[in-house]
T-cell receptor, first 112, second 111 residues
Framework: DAEITQSPRHKITETGRQVTLACHQTWNHNNMFWYRQDLGHGLRLIHYSYGVHDTNKGEVSDGYSVSRSNTEDLPLTLESAASSQTSVYFC???????????FGDGTRLSIL | SQQGEEDPQALSIQEGENATMNCSYKTSINNLQWYRQNSGRGLVHLILIRSNEREKHSGRLRVTLDTSKKSSSLLITASRAADTASYFCATAPEYGNKLVFGAGTILRVKS
């Protein structure tokens, strides 16, 4: 069965470090998304991609970057981790840009 | 900014009762979707309703859409303890190309 996997599931790091969260999907979807989920804010879009070599900023993109070198993967990088980036991060993919999304189980990131 | 706003923020009911959650949005849409999130897991798609549809059913789920009021409701009938989760609506704006999620409703079903 097709799936979307995120790794690691949990990570603790220090402020100022670079962190990369992995997202891998086997749906063969062109569209991939990164969200962060915080209490009181629901899901907020960080970055998204409509295909290989395409990336776009979402509503909370400052301090984050993505790259899309193939269909299956969209890694999310925190260039210099800040305590405000402590959150749960979700990756999702979809067949059409505003269609049904399939989510990974998230990465819980703590920045100390 | 959030397009969809769920109401109530939290809901606690007894097993066997019906649960109703509402979603309001601001701009015209192509479709509206409902998702469930169990604790510690990712969101799971439940149902999609298009702007030209008024009602849709899937098992114990019933979704309605009123585009004149820019609102939708999700009804879960005969709730079970396993329905305990957060429920989110997501809207696909008519002139946009990505979903916008609301803040969600936390549903607790007591057995």
């Amino acid at each position: 069965d097709a799936e979307i996997t995120q790794s690691p599931r949990h990570k603790i790091t220090e402020t100022g470090r670079q962190v990369t969260l992995a997202c891998h999907q086997t749906w063969n979807h062109n569209n991939m998304f990164w969200y962060r989920q915080d209490l009181g804010h629901g899901l907020r879009l960080i970055h998204y991609s409509y295909g290989v070599h395409d990336t776009n900023k979402g509503e909370v993109s400052d301090g984050y970057s993505v790259s899309r070198s193939n269909t299956e993967d969209l890694p999310l990088t925190l260039e210099s981790a800040a305590s405000s980036q402590t959150s749960v991060y979700f990756c999702a993919s979809s067949d059409t840009p505003a269609g049904t999304q399939h989510f990974g189980d998230g990465t819980r990131l703590s920045i100390l | 900014s959030q397009q969809g706003e769920e109401d109530p923020q939290a809901l606690s009911i007894q097993e066997g009762e019906n649960a109703t959650m509402n979603c309001s949005y601001k701009t015209s849409i192509n479709n509206l979707q409902w998702y469930r999130q169990n604790s510690g897991r990712g969101l799971v798609h439940l149902i999609l309703i298009r702007s030209n549809e008024r009602e849709k059913h899937s098992g114990r789920l019933r979704v309605t859409l009123d585009t004149s009021k820019k609102s939708s409701s999700l009804l879960i009938t005969a709730s079970r303890a396993a329905d305990t989760a957060s429920y989110f609506c997501a809207t696909a704006p008519e002139y946009g190309n990505k979903l916008v999620f609301g803040a969600g409703t936390i549903l607790r079903v007591k057995s």
